[in-house]
């Protein structure tokens, strides 16, 4: 399983973004797909991960609302969008694959993992 991310970038408070995660090496039929992210200092948290099968999505409880995760099941596509990008926003933000353990919160439950986008938020 290969895992790309893409789509961060330097934007300001406010503003909207995308980050995209590109999946291949197999069929993702019963994976489950997070983003988790990593701000300087700090632990590797949860932000959102979405059933491959179903769609059916889970989020951090400080995103929801400001954050959507999708899927392109054509063309085998993670979105995160992200909206109203705060400075504590800032962050590098990793997309990771699962074979459906119904664990989603914590990045140990996790098998594969892209090298990460770095997003920065001015105010």
């Known amino acids: 399983v290969q895992l790309q991310a893409s789509g961060g970038g330097l934007v300001q408070a406010g503003d909207s973004l995308r980050l995209s995660c590109a999946a291949s090496?197999?069929?993702?039929?019963?994976?489950?797909m997070g983003w988790f992210r990593q701000a300087p200092g700090k632990e590797r948290e949860f932000v959102a991960a979405?059933?491959?099968?179903?769609?059916?999505?889970y989020y951090a409880g400080s995103m929801k609302g400001r954050f959507a995760i999708s899927r392109d099941n054509t063309g085998n596509t993670v979105y995160l969008q992200m909206n109203n990008l705060k400075p504590e926003d800032t962050a590098v933000y990793f997309c990771?694959?699962?074979?459906?353990?119904?664990?989603?919160?914590?990045?140990?439950?996790?098998?594969?993992w892209g090298q990460g986008t770095l997003v920065t938020v001015s105010s």
């Open positions: 990771a694959a699962q074979f459906d353990n119904g664990r989603y919160y914590s990045g140990s439950e996790y098998h594969y």
């Open positions: 090496g197999r069929t993702f039929s019963g994976y489950v």
């Open positions: 979405i059933r491959w099968s179903g769609g059916r999505t």
